[in-house]
């Protein structure tokens, strides 16, 4: 069974992940994804080896998890835009594409010919995409961003996790955070901007902006603010618990390790936890016997709570708390999340070949069709499909040698 975007071709112009990522999601639902690739130099992720202080490359020749995530499915084209040789080539490609995907800056869209009036001029239909650091309009429109500074930083996630008072500004929890977010977000626009043209017949321009999608994870509080009429006053929680209820919040056990719990109805999970941890008699205690007590009384319990968690191991708890209704869940590292038996009973982490042959395993996408993992391809190697596409598109093996001789293509 094909994926939704079957039949979709979509051409990509662009390099790093916040984009690219989108170009994934796409080519995980089917579409044809053909990227870009300057000719000499290609992507500009590829040359990154250290990241975050971490290896992103394998010890074999070929696997680059960096490139990996947000390329595979898609064909590479080595094309030099700046050749005038190439422009035949990236106007034929223009011409058999629905989508043409971006996020390089307006100075380089203008300087390549690649800007929207460029673009429609050779297909009017074609919907064009464009992921930015701060938005297409306002002063900051020609300004680059990345990740860590237009969706983490300006986007109120680094404020909204780092203490009063602290020695350093919490991090992102990972390489590409607000990246991947925002290629999810960018897919879901290029699907709506297709049925828009389906159903209407009318094209679409698609913005999404780094900052935006920041915004947008941060709303819950931007919205209090803006309501406020100002910044919303920093409340220094309790050590354990919430103020109200002792059964949210982080725990930490005996090894160091820690659970989360997030159970809202603290008079409905409150006898349940306490038969649970051994402490039937914690659901009868005077102090805790209603809701009304349990929240007038919260310190004091989640003081208890933290406690028993305190007593036994990560692993051990896991165990007992497998038998409990309430909301709950481990705090997993990034080798958990990889080996999570949920996400790998519903495909969320899937196979994948590598161009040396060698079976590896990548994070799908999270949106599934009619209940059917996707099934991911590599990510493609430099160049790799330049005279593959080219020869689709009606070009000789003469005209690719001379095209190679000028520099436009790999």
Not at 210 to 237: C, H, I, K, R
């Amino acid at each position: 069974m094909g994926g939704p975007m079957e039949g979709v071709r979509v051409l990509e112009v662009a390099q790093f992940t916040f984009v690219p990522a989108a170009g994934a999601v796409l080519a995980d639902w089917g579409a044809d994804v053909i990227k870009i690739e300057h000719a000499e130099r290609g992507d500009a992720q590829r040359g990154l080896v250290r990241l975050l202080g971490l290896d992103v490359s394998s010890k074999g020749p070929s696997f680059f998890p960096i490139m990996e995530g947000p390329n595979r499915g898609k064909r590479s084209v080595g094309l030099a835009l700046e050749k005038p040789g190439a422009r035949k080539v990236f106007e034929e490609l223009v011409r058999s594409s629905d989508v043409f995907l971006t996020n390089f800056l307006p100075g380089a869209r203008a300087k390549l010919a690649i800007e929207l009036d460029d673009v429609r001029a050779i297909n009017p239909d074609i919907i064009y995409v464009r992921g930015s650091g701060f938005g297409v309009r306002g002063p900051e429109a020609d300004k680059g961003g990345y990740d860590s500074t237009a969706f983490w930083a300006r986007g109120g996630s680094a404020a909204g996790v780092t203490p009063p008072g602290a020695e350093q500004m919490v991090r992102m929890p990972s390489g590409a955070y607000g990246d991947s977010m925002g290629g999810m977000t960018i897919a879901g626009g290029i699907a709506a901007a297709l049925f828009k043209r389906q159903t209407t017949g009318e094209t679409s321009v698609v913005d999404v902006s780094l900052l935006g999608v920041g915004a947008w994870a941060t709303q819950f509080s931007v919205n209090l603010a803006l309501m406020a009429d100002g910044p919303l006053p920093v409340a220094e929680p309790p050590r354990h618990g919430s103020a109200t209820n002792p059964l949210i919040g982080a725990y930490r056990c005996a090894d160091g390790r820690w659970l989360e719990l997030s159970m809202l109805q603290p008079g409905r999970y409150w006898p349940e936890f306490a038969a649970v941890v051994g402490r039937a008699e914690l659901a009868t205690d005077e102090r805790f016997d209603s809701v009304e007590k349990i929240m007038a009384n919260a310190g004091e319990a989640a003081a208890i709570v933290a406690e028993i968690l305190a007593a036994r191991t990560y692993a051990e708890w896991l165990e007992v708390f497998a038998a409990l209704d309430g909301q709950w869940a481990a705090v997993q590292n990034s080798w958990e999340v990889g080996q999570d038996p949920s996400l790998r009973a519903n495909g969320q982490v899937a196979p994948v070949v590598d161009a040396d042959g060698v079976d590896r395993e990548l994070v799908a996408s999270p949106v599934q069709f009619d209940e059917t993992p996707v099934e991911l391809t590599r990510a493609p190697q430099f160049a790799e499909h330049t005279d593959d596409v080219l020869r689709e598109l009606g070009w000789t093996d003469e005209a690719l040698i001379e095209l190679k001789v000028e520099g436009a293509i790999t």
